[in-house]
């Protein structure tokens, strides 16, 4: 029953970063950033890497992901989402953590 469970997690876990990774394309996520190199914004290795250890990570980029954001990462601002929901807001932000993978 074990392997099973495990497996069933795996499965899981790759749904919901392609999920998410769909979630990006739709929101246009994907024209500022990339997953390992700059492009208008930071990659999203390097927003995993500066979160990295911080307790409220989540609900900071989720916050920036809906309200937008400027002074991070240079003077262009992050234009916000928000009419992304609070869960794909959340979602896109756990991806993002992860490095995007």
Same mark, same amino acid.
């Not at 495990?6 to 790759?14: E, F, G, K, T």
């Not at 990774?21 to 996520?29: F, G, I, R």
């Not at 989402?81 to 490095?99: H, I, N, R, T, Y």
């Given at each position: 029953?074990?392997? $099973?469970l495990?497996?069933?997690?795996?499965?899981?876990? #790759?749904v919901?970063?392609?999920?998410? @990774?769909? *979630?990006?394309? /739709?929101?246009? #996520?994907?024209a500022c950033?990339?997953t =390992?190199k /700059? *492009?208008? &914004?930071?990659?999203? !290795?390097?927003?995993? /890497?500066?979160? +990295? &250890?911080?307790? =409220?990570?989540?609900?900071v *980029?989720? +916050? $920036?992901i809906?309200?937008?954001? $400027? %002074?991070?990462? &240079?003077?262009?601002?992050m234009? &916000? !989402?928000?009419? *992304? $929901?609070?869960? =794909?807001?959340?979602?896109?932000?756990?991806?993002?953590?992860? %490095?995007? @993978?």
């Open positions: 029953m074990l392997p $099973s495990a497996v069933a997690a795996a499965l899981l876990i #790759c919901q970063a392609h999920a998410s @990774k769909e *979630l990006a394309q /739709k929101n246009a #996520c994907l950033h990339a =390992d /700059k *492009l208008v &914004g930071p990659a999203y !290795q390097d927003v995993a /890497k500066k979160y +990295a &250890g911080q307790s =409220d990570a989540l609900a *980029l989720t +916050a $920036s809906q309200k937008g954001s $400027s %002074g991070k990462w &240079g003077p262009v601002p234009p &916000g !989402q928000p009419a *992304l $929901s609070e869960a =794909d807001a959340k979602s896109l932000a756990a991806w993002v953590l992860g %490095g995007a @993978k």
